[in-house]
């Protein structure tokens, strides 16, 4: 089973700041990765597919990156309804696998 | 708008047995996957499998064939997942979502959660 790794597990920042999140596959699956934001008490909701294209609706300053085995979510400037987990998930190889989240909290 | 509805709140015997829908709204619902999403208390998100409701083909995890049912009802649009015998294990929060893409690929609208409790 192909793993993803996410690193910080968590990630402190202030609002405004920048965030980057990171997610690696245990090989490589091309750009086939997606990025979810789960805030508590609610489901996920899909940010990025194909690696770096923005869901329906999502803000630009959500962004995403990588390919391979490397990737990468950035958050340009947080706001205050950005603090939440975050997970990545690869859809190259079967089983389909998330990351075990990363979490961003208020520094 | 596309819309995922989820059954309610379960509370369950170990050994018992339980189905948990999910209702699908605006969209077509036999030309996309639908999947299964578990999320155990404190915990991450774990892909369970899918299944095509316009012709009932499953695809499971390893982690949970043999473990969980999935079916669909096509005249009602309304997605399923079941348990013959629950164990205290399977205590979590369940996703049913739509998968986006072309094929079995990532979800892209999701429902608002079953929490199914299983304690003697």
């Known amino acids: 089973e192909l793993v993803m790794t996410q690193s910080p597990a968590t990630l402190s920042v202030s609002p405004g700041e920048r965030a980057t999140l990171s997610c690696r596959a245990s090989?490589?699956?091309?750009?086939?990765l997606a990025w979810y934001q789960q805030k508590f008490g609610q489901a996920p909701r899909l940010l990025v597919y194909d690696a770096s294209t923005r869901a329906t609706g999502i803000p630009a300053r959500f962004s995403g990156s990588g390919s391979g085995t490397e990737f990468t979510l950035t958050i340009s400037s947080l706001q205050s309804e950005d603090f939440a987990l975050y997970y990545c998930?690869?859809?190259?190889?079967?089983?389909?696998?998330f990351g075990q989240g990363t979490k961003v909290e208020i520094k | 708008e596309v819309q995922l509805v989820q059954s309610g709140a379960e509370v369950k015997k170990p050994g018992e047995s339980l189905k948990i829908s999910c209702k699908a709204s605006e969209y077509s619902f036999t030309t996309y996957w639908i999947g299964w999403v578990r999320q155990m208390p404190g915990k991450g998100l774990e892909w369970m499998g899918v299944?095509?409701?316009?012709?009932?083909?499953?695809r499971y995890s390893p982690s949970f064939q043999g473990q969980v049912t999935f079916s669909a009802d096509k005249s009602i649009s309304t997605a399923y997942l079941q348990w013959s015998s629950l164990k205290a294990s399977d205590s979590a929060l369940y996703y049913c979502a739509r998968l986006g893409g072309d094929y079995i690929e990532y979800f892209d609208h999701w429902g608002q959660g079953t929490l199914v409790t299983v304690s003697s």
């Open positions: 299944i095509f409701p316009g012709d009932s083909d499953t």
């Open positions: 090989q490589s699956i091309s750009s086939n």
């Open positions: 998930q690869q859809y190259n190889n079967w089983p389909r696998t």
